[in-house]
Protein backbone atom coordinates (compact mmCIF):
# COMPACT_ATOMS: atom_id res chain seq x y z
CA UNK A 1 0.00 0.00 0.00
CA UNK A 2 1.08 3.82 -0.24
CA UNK A 3 1.91 6.09 2.09
CA UNK A 4 2.99 9.72 2.41
CA UNK A 5 4.94 11.13 5.33
CA UNK A 6 5.17 14.59 6.15
CA UNK A 7 7.96 15.55 8.59
CA UNK A 8 6.68 18.72 10.03
CA UNK A 9 3.05 19.62 10.65
CA UNK A 10 3.62 22.94 12.13
CA UNK A 11 6.30 25.51 10.71
CA UNK A 12 6.67 29.13 11.77
CA UNK A 13 9.03 31.39 9.50
CA UNK A 14 9.52 35.06 9.33
CA UNK A 15 9.05 36.97 5.55
CA UNK A 16 11.85 36.55 3.22
CA UNK A 17 13.13 32.97 5.19
CA UNK A 18 13.73 30.05 3.26
CA UNK A 19 10.86 27.70 3.10
CA UNK A 20 11.73 23.47 2.92
CA UNK A 21 8.78 20.90 4.00
CA UNK A 22 9.56 17.22 3.91
CA UNK A 23 7.90 14.78 2.03
CA UNK A 24 8.23 10.87 1.89
CA UNK A 25 6.18 8.72 0.05
CA UNK A 26 6.51 4.66 0.22
CA UNK A 27 5.52 2.65 -3.22
CA UNK A 28 8.20 0.63 -4.93
CA UNK A 29 6.26 1.54 -7.94
CA UNK A 30 6.26 4.21 -10.54
CA UNK A 31 4.58 7.14 -9.30
CA UNK A 32 3.65 10.80 -9.78
CA UNK A 33 3.82 12.99 -7.17
CA UNK A 34 1.68 16.17 -6.22
CA UNK A 35 2.18 19.40 -3.96
CA UNK A 36 -1.62 20.97 -3.00
CA UNK A 37 -1.95 24.13 -1.41
CA UNK A 38 -5.00 25.16 0.82
CA UNK A 39 -5.43 28.87 2.18
CA UNK A 40 -7.46 29.28 5.20
CA UNK A 41 -11.28 28.70 4.07
CA UNK A 42 -10.36 27.58 0.83
CA UNK A 43 -10.41 23.91 -1.12
CA UNK A 44 -7.20 22.53 -2.41
CA UNK A 45 -5.11 23.60 -5.37
CA UNK A 46 -2.28 22.44 -7.25
CA UNK A 47 0.90 23.70 -6.42
CA UNK A 48 3.14 21.55 -8.74
CA UNK A 49 4.07 18.08 -9.96
CA UNK A 50 6.24 15.54 -11.25
CA UNK A 51 5.52 12.67 -13.26
CA UNK A 52 8.96 12.26 -15.30
CA UNK A 53 12.12 13.89 -16.46
CA UNK A 54 13.95 16.56 -14.63
CA UNK A 55 13.71 15.79 -10.81
CA UNK A 56 13.59 19.70 -10.28
CA UNK A 57 10.17 20.73 -10.94
CA UNK A 58 8.85 24.09 -10.54
CA UNK A 59 5.68 25.41 -9.47
CA UNK A 60 3.33 28.40 -9.35
CA UNK A 61 4.29 31.67 -6.70
CA UNK A 62 8.26 30.55 -7.05
CA UNK A 63 7.98 26.77 -5.56
CA UNK A 64 10.07 24.36 -6.42
CA UNK A 65 10.26 20.79 -5.36
CA UNK A 66 13.25 17.94 -6.12
CA UNK A 67 12.06 14.37 -6.34
CA UNK A 68 14.99 12.06 -5.17
CA UNK A 69 14.29 8.60 -6.58
CA UNK A 70 16.55 6.72 -3.91
CA UNK A 71 15.56 8.82 -1.02
CA UNK A 72 11.57 8.34 -1.82
CA UNK A 73 11.25 12.28 -1.53
CA UNK A 74 9.80 15.50 -2.56
CA UNK A 75 10.47 18.17 -0.74
CA UNK A 76 9.30 21.52 -1.37
CA UNK A 77 11.17 24.58 -1.52
CA UNK A 78 10.81 28.07 -1.77
CA UNK A 79 13.92 30.08 -1.35
CA UNK A 80 11.84 33.41 0.69
CA UNK A 81 8.70 33.15 1.71
CA UNK A 82 6.03 35.79 2.18
CA UNK A 83 2.92 36.28 4.55
CA UNK A 84 0.86 35.16 1.73
CA UNK A 85 2.32 31.71 1.67
CA UNK A 86 0.33 31.41 5.27
CA UNK A 87 -1.66 27.82 4.19
CA UNK A 88 -1.21 24.09 4.87
CA UNK A 89 0.26 22.13 2.09
CA UNK A 90 -0.16 18.63 1.39
CA UNK A 91 2.16 16.22 -0.50
CA UNK A 92 0.06 13.44 -2.71
CA UNK A 93 0.78 10.43 -4.82
CA UNK A 94 -0.99 8.73 -7.11
CA UNK A 95 0.57 5.41 -8.25
CA UNK A 96 1.35 4.53 -12.17
CA UNK A 97 -0.62 0.83 -11.71
CA UNK A 98 -3.63 2.15 -9.93
CA UNK A 99 -4.70 5.80 -10.96
CA UNK A 100 -7.61 5.55 -9.27
CA UNK A 101 -5.73 5.79 -5.78
CA UNK A 102 -4.75 9.13 -4.59
CA UNK A 103 -2.93 9.28 -1.19
CA UNK A 104 -2.04 12.39 1.00
CA UNK A 105 0.15 13.24 3.87
CA UNK A 106 -0.93 15.02 7.05
CA UNK A 107 -0.34 18.08 6.04
CA UNK A 108 1.74 21.16 7.20
CA UNK A 109 0.39 23.98 8.06
CA UNK A 110 3.03 27.16 7.52
CA UNK A 111 2.42 30.38 8.95
CA UNK A 112 4.26 33.62 7.91
CA UNK A 113 5.18 36.03 10.28
CA UNK A 114 5.12 39.82 8.83
CA UNK B 1 -15.46 28.73 -16.13
CA UNK B 2 -13.85 25.10 -15.64
CA UNK B 3 -14.81 23.98 -12.03
CA UNK B 4 -15.74 21.27 -9.56
CA UNK B 5 -19.61 22.71 -7.34
CA UNK B 6 -20.46 20.88 -4.49
CA UNK B 7 -23.37 21.47 -2.45
CA UNK B 8 -24.54 21.98 0.14
CA UNK B 9 -21.51 24.26 1.43
CA UNK B 10 -22.65 23.33 5.19
CA UNK B 11 -24.86 20.68 6.45
CA UNK B 12 -26.03 19.96 10.00
CA UNK B 13 -28.30 16.91 10.68
CA UNK B 14 -28.89 14.05 13.07
CA UNK B 15 -28.21 10.83 13.02
CA UNK B 16 -29.58 8.36 10.98
CA UNK B 17 -30.80 10.44 8.52
CA UNK B 18 -30.27 10.19 5.23
CA UNK B 19 -28.36 12.79 3.27
CA UNK B 20 -26.58 13.27 -0.29
CA UNK B 21 -24.02 15.51 -1.16
CA UNK B 22 -23.83 16.03 -4.70
CA UNK B 23 -20.82 16.90 -6.67
CA UNK B 24 -20.66 17.90 -10.63
CA UNK B 25 -17.68 18.92 -12.96
CA UNK B 26 -18.23 20.83 -15.91
CA UNK B 27 -14.45 19.68 -17.51
CA UNK B 28 -15.79 16.39 -19.05
CA UNK B 29 -13.60 14.36 -16.50
CA UNK B 30 -13.41 10.87 -16.51
CA UNK B 31 -11.88 10.62 -13.01
CA UNK B 32 -13.84 11.91 -10.09
CA UNK B 33 -13.08 11.31 -6.31
CA UNK B 34 -14.51 12.01 -2.68
CA UNK B 35 -12.18 12.82 0.15
CA UNK B 36 -12.96 13.75 3.52
CA UNK B 37 -10.40 16.07 5.72
CA UNK B 38 -10.29 15.75 9.83
CA UNK B 39 -7.52 17.64 11.57
CA UNK B 40 -3.80 15.84 11.73
CA UNK B 41 -5.23 13.04 9.61
CA UNK B 42 -5.09 15.01 6.15
CA UNK B 43 -7.23 13.89 3.46
CA UNK B 44 -8.04 10.48 3.15
CA UNK B 45 -9.86 8.72 -0.11
CA UNK B 46 -13.53 7.61 0.17
CA UNK B 47 -14.54 6.61 -3.23
CA UNK B 48 -13.07 7.22 -6.50
CA UNK B 49 -14.75 6.75 -10.17
CA UNK B 50 -12.80 5.49 -13.00
CA UNK B 51 -15.39 6.31 -15.49
CA UNK B 52 -19.48 6.57 -15.88
CA UNK B 53 -20.46 3.13 -14.41
CA UNK B 54 -17.12 2.58 -12.41
CA UNK B 55 -16.95 2.81 -8.89
CA UNK B 56 -14.31 1.59 -6.43
CA UNK B 57 -13.27 1.89 -2.35
CA UNK B 58 -10.66 4.06 -1.25
CA UNK B 59 -9.09 4.46 2.19
CA UNK B 60 -12.23 4.63 3.72
CA UNK B 61 -15.49 3.67 2.47
CA UNK B 62 -17.69 2.52 5.70
CA UNK B 63 -20.17 4.25 5.79
CA UNK B 64 -20.95 5.94 2.81
CA UNK B 65 -22.26 5.17 -0.99
CA UNK B 66 -21.58 6.83 -4.35
CA UNK B 67 -22.63 6.47 -7.60
CA UNK B 68 -21.45 7.57 -11.23
CA UNK B 69 -24.54 7.75 -13.55
CA UNK B 70 -23.60 10.22 -15.48
CA UNK B 71 -20.05 11.41 -16.65
CA UNK B 72 -20.07 15.17 -14.74
CA UNK B 73 -21.69 13.71 -11.46
CA UNK B 74 -20.59 11.74 -8.57
CA UNK B 75 -22.75 12.17 -5.41
CA UNK B 76 -21.62 11.27 -2.30
CA UNK B 77 -24.23 9.32 -0.11
CA UNK B 78 -24.35 8.86 3.72
CA UNK B 79 -27.48 6.25 4.09
CA UNK B 80 -27.17 6.45 8.20
CA UNK B 81 -25.20 8.95 9.34
CA UNK B 82 -23.61 9.26 12.45
CA UNK B 83 -21.46 11.69 14.62
CA UNK B 84 -17.95 10.29 13.47
CA UNK B 85 -18.79 11.31 9.94
CA UNK B 86 -18.50 15.05 10.95
CA UNK B 87 -15.97 16.46 8.80
CA UNK B 88 -14.96 18.42 5.83
CA UNK B 89 -15.54 16.74 2.54
CA UNK B 90 -13.88 17.74 -0.69
CA UNK B 91 -14.93 16.55 -4.17
CA UNK B 92 -12.10 16.16 -6.89
CA UNK B 93 -11.89 15.06 -10.30
CA UNK B 94 -9.15 14.83 -13.24
CA UNK B 95 -8.51 13.14 -16.51
CA UNK B 96 -8.01 9.59 -16.46
CA UNK B 97 -4.12 9.60 -16.36
CA UNK B 98 -2.31 9.09 -13.18
CA UNK B 99 -0.23 12.01 -14.00
CA UNK B 100 -3.11 14.59 -14.17
CA UNK B 101 -3.87 17.01 -11.30
CA UNK B 102 -6.96 16.86 -9.01
CA UNK B 103 -9.33 19.90 -9.27
CA UNK B 104 -10.95 20.11 -5.85
CA UNK B 105 -14.31 21.74 -5.31
CA UNK B 106 -14.78 24.12 -2.15
CA UNK B 107 -15.56 21.46 0.33
CA UNK B 108 -18.85 20.88 2.36
CA UNK B 109 -18.96 20.83 5.79
CA UNK B 110 -21.28 18.14 7.55
CA UNK B 111 -21.81 18.27 11.22
CA UNK B 112 -23.86 15.30 12.82
CA UNK B 113 -25.43 15.36 15.64
Known amino acids: AQSVSQHNHHVILSEAASLELGCNYS??????LFWYVQYPGQHLQLLLKYFSGDPLVKGIKGFEAEFIKSKFSFNLRKPSVQWSDTAEYFC????????????FGDGTTLTVKP | EAQVTQNPRYLITVTGKKLTVTCSQN?????MSWYRQDPGLGLRQIYY???????DKGDVPEGYKVSRKEKRNFPLILESPSPNQTSLYFC????????????FGNGTRLTVT
Open chain 1, 27 to 32: YGGTVN
Open chain 2, 49 to 55: SMNVEVT
Open chain 2, 27 to 31: MNHEY
Open chain 2, 92 to 103: ASSLSGSDSPLH
Open chain 1, 92 to 103: AVRSGTNAGKST
